[in-house]
């Protein structure tokens, strides 16, 4: 009986043994992995600053919208991938439910989330960016370039390129870089839209280097205005040459229209003296366009040495450039040679900005001599109506000399001067005038013999 309870004795003892043993090995396993988890958690706390730096050295510090100009999509999925790599292992860390633990891993949780975040939108800003790298030239920096108020764009010819462009622009947080690109995107489509335009016409009428199907005055107008509307230098001078085509023609057209009247026809040239400049001149140039006039713009080639854009556009919109002198001198004060170089600079001038080299010029002053005309072949072209703009400095008296001095003159020349902001105030009242009375208008050279 009693060997037999100690018998007893002894198993109960031994399984209580295996018991313990059993629950201490748990509860060790439990502490060690605890410790593990506050381990990860510890290491996962330590990593975040040095990501969160690399996160941030994408920005540009002065404007956080932006990206730095030395992000690049490598450097920002590398640092995606790391970011990612600390997520799962932080992941992976258990936390048997005990809440100081819990805590403590939800608290990083959130901060790798957050990180996680900022590096997506790195992600997509820098697709845009690429985008528009594809798109146009040179954007180097996103701040300064996308700013930039006329992008060269690089080949429009493939608009999925544009398309693409729209769908990676819609995922961008709404900040700066989005409203600049949209800026950005927004200029490309227009520009591509009218390069569509164009090349349609084009080819409806100068499939190659001639003109067919006979286009009208109109239409070959509208040609003209879509090409206009083309900001990019490098695609204006894809152009230049078909568009030279459709200019020439339209001022064939404007002389056929001319010769085909009588004498008694009223006919007006605007002239413009002094310029060009980047302010009045190209409100007159806005003007002229509006009411469909060609002007006719007598340039100083110091004026076209400081604003060759301008030049530039005067001659694209069809008007006529001719010479009115380098310096702007009394011609009759100076030698030959010295009347020569101030002509035939000017002429070089007009030829590299329009491509035509002119025969006509404006003396200075009016002044000209036999010397003068013996030193150089040009025709001499002065005016009949002198709106005293430099003078009077008056939109209202400009537009009184022109009624005046008009009133028995059907082949009026009229002077005037783009520099002169009045000048350019008194022009849209001067053209209604004229159109009131029942003149058109063609370039100062058709009406020489009126002088
Ligand atoms: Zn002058």
Known sequence: MSSRSLHEKLRTNTSLSILFIFFAVILLGMLWSGYQTHQTI???????PT???????????????????????????ALEKDISKEN?????????GYAPLKQEKQTVEKQWAQLTQTAEQAKQKQTVLDDMNKIFEQVTHPVQELQADQLIINDLSDETDITAYE????????DSFKIIAQQAFDQAKEQADSLFSLKAELNQYVPKDKITNDPSAEQLAQISDTFDQIKSEKIRQVYQPK??????????????????????????????????????????????????IKGTFFMVGRMIANYPDVAKRVAEEGHLIANHTYYHPDLTTLSPDAIRKEVNDTDDLIEKISGKRTTILRPPYGAFDSKVTAAIPHKMALWNVDTEDWKSHNPAAILEQVKIQTAHQNHPVILMHDVHAESADSLESVIQYLIQQGYRFTTADKLLKYL
Not at 42 to 48: F, H, N, Q, R, Y
Not at 88 to 96: D, S
């Open 167 to 174: 769908k990676h622009l819609k995922n961008l947080p709404k």
């Open 243 to 292: 568009m030279a085509i459709v200019f020439d023609k339209l001022f064939e057209l404007d002389k056929d229209a001319l010769s085909n009247n009588d004498s008694s026809d009223k006919v007006a040239a605007l002239t413009f003296d002094d310029g060009p400049n980047d302010t009045s001149t190209i409100r007159i140039l806005d003007t002229l366009k509006k009411y469909k």
């Open 42 to 48: 510890e290491a996962s706390k330590t990593s975040l």
């Open 88 to 96: 799962k292992r932080l992941n992976r860390a258990w936390t048997f």
């Open 51 to 77: 990501l969160k730096t690399r996160v941030r050295h994408l920005y540009d510090q002065t404007h956080p919208d932006f990206l730095a100009d030395t992000s690049s999509m490598e450097q920002i999925e």
